[in-house]
């Protein structure tokens, strides 16, 4: 399998193998997207974008 995938498995299309990164709480980020599960988050600011946490 080469690229990046969720926990459940589901390949996330576009997303950096080399500077992806698991931020928690299904969110995610690369140099370029962040994401939600496999999705990007359009609105997004990637280098700015962090994972707060929460319940």
Do not use: C, H
Request: hydrophobic share 35%; glycine share 14%.
């Amino acid at each position: 399998k080469n690229g990046v995938y969720t926990n459940g498995g589901e390949k996330i299309n576009g997303a950096d193998p080399e500077t992806f990164q698991f931020l928690g709480g299904n969110y995610s980020k690369d140099a370029y997207r962040a994401y939600w599960e496999a999705m990007p988050i359009e609105s997004a600011d990637a280098a700015s974008f962090t994972f707060i946490g929460g319940k």
